[in-house]
């Protein structure tokens, strides 16, 4: 075990791997948070047949582990598609965050449910008396609120994306865990390298949740005092 | 005297649930009518019915010459003619006392924000809470809620308010400045429908007392002629428990 060695070979490396995750891991959520968004307003919709399909979206991700979902999109699909588009390709980057989107999309969008479910009926009721329409009352009164309530789960669900990352690693995305795999393949460090690795996920993640504390102290109105 | 409300027919059922059976009301401009009856009589669900928060199953809703369950009708337009008041409140819980009075008027477009901060202010003197202008409404007592409620659909400048039980939610130390809100409304030539059953504030400013019971209008008259003088049955056993 030799950390100053590790550290002074293996940091370029991972520092790569850290700019790939936490991009991907950023573009994956900005789509997964649209995603969740139409997601969550389907299923609340009356018709029965967007409910419909935000329901089997739904139920397909929960249903399937993120690794097999990362096979489909970035082996399975293109194999499909090439019978009729011979030239089509996907790189790791693409499927990755295909996968990760569809995957964030789907739990954000029960998290925005669960949230929007939790704003008393009472609340829309009286913007609707007070002549407001359906999407405005949606966009300033439930919405609001319901950010409030869903924002725990909604960093809960961050967190979980940000470190699934590491499952694309699978399909050869060059993110953290496999950089990290490439630098032991040649020096065998394995405790200092992963002990690096875990340390740069405990940072991002610990930012992260900083953002989140600030943001829950904005949005407490209701907090006494 | 021009006539604000003609209900003919009203009926409306949940399911197999038959909660209106039939209720014609004339409502005259300026008028103040007090609902009774026993809980579970359709009270609420009638006052629901008049600005369209509960869709009627059959008959007629004609408010200021507008057929409200004309399906081609804008209903936000006509809402924002109607004030409603509920039982439990209903503040925008995440808006200051000021902003939840300024929120309908300046999305409706009918006061800029300014107008809007002013008449704002303006209400919430009349009500008497203009020191909590920035506080949030779970600062407030439920008294107090209930005033900002009054002010936040009086800032539409509608011409007929609705009131479901303004005080049933309250301490009975805070009834009484609702009550006296209200009071002034009426004497300031507010049409008002009042689901209450302060049979007190019934007595002194209803120009009608309307008793509801199962879906129907049993009774109808001046307070004096229903708390006085009940015909029906059903009027005199329900007064005789409430009064
Ligand atoms: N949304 C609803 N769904 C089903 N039943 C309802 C609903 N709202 C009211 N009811 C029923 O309608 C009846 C009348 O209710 P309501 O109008 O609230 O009476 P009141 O206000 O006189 O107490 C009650 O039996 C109640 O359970
Ligand atoms: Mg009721």
Redesign the interface.
Known sequence: MDFLRVLDEATPLLLQGLQMTVGISLLSLLFGMLLGLFTCLMSISKNKLLKGIAGVYIWIVRGTPMIVQAFIVFFGAPQLIQQFVPAFKIDAFTAGVITLSLNAGAYLAEIFRGGIQAV?K??T?????????KA?TMV??VL??AF?VALPSMVNQFIITIKDTSILSVIGLADIVNRAKVYVGKSYQFFATYIFVAIYYLVVISLLMIVSKYLEKR?S??R?G | MTEKVKVTALKKSFGKLNVLNGIDVSIAEGEVVCVIGPSGSGKSTFLRCLNRLEKATGGEIIIDGYPILDKHININKVRQQIGMVFQNFNLFSHLTVKKNIMLAPIDSKKLTPAQAEETAMQLLKRVGLEDKADAYPHQLSGGQQQRVAIARSLAMNPDIMLFDEPTSALDPEMVGEVLQVMRELAEGGMTMVVVTHEMGFARDVADRVIFMADGVIVEEGTPEEVFGNPKEDRTKEFLSCVL
């Not at chain 1, 009721?125 to 329409?133: F, H, Y």
Request: hydrophobic share 25%.
């Open positions: 008393p009472g609340q009721e009286a913007a609707r008396s007070l002549g407001l329409s405005k300033k009164v609001p609120q409030k949005v109105y209701d006494k």
